[in-house]
């Protein structure tokens, strides 16, 4: 299974994606969270980040806790957010960066989408 990570910031949409694609099942996980109002609008102030497997409603603070290991990321989810993964409270993705994105810039968009 082939893991590709990518960040996109959709201005007309305002809103900003991580997306975990699995390019062999196309099955996703998705982190989202919609771009601040004003400029002036600080991260903390935004709004609140969801998780979503690209069909169904997304969950609001579905991620428990997240961290990151070279290219592998493991996520534990809050329990309403593990009910779309089958009732997994964990998840692990080895993954490699496209669009010209790096693992580390992956890594600093979900570190800033999910700040509390």
Do not use: K
Request: charged residues 25%; aromatic residues 8%.
């Amino acid at each position: 299974m082939a893991i590709v990570v990518s960040y996109d910031r959709y201005e007309d949409l305002a809103c900003e994606v991580v997306v975990f694609l699995d390019d062999e099942t196309g099955d996703c996980f998705q982190v989202q969270r919609d771009l601040p109002r004003t400029p002036s609008t600080t991260a903390t102030e935004s709004a609140i980040f969801q998780i979503s497997t690209g069909a169904g409603p997304a969950v609001e603070q579905g991620i428990v806790a997240w961290q990151r290991e070279g290219n592998e990321f493991r996520f534990a989810l809050s329990p309403l957010a593990s009910r779309m993964f089958g009732g997994n409270a964990q998840l692990r993705f080895e993954a490699r960066a496209a669009h010209g994105d790096t693992i580390d810039d992956i890594a600093a968009a979900l570190e800033r989408m999910t700040r509390r």
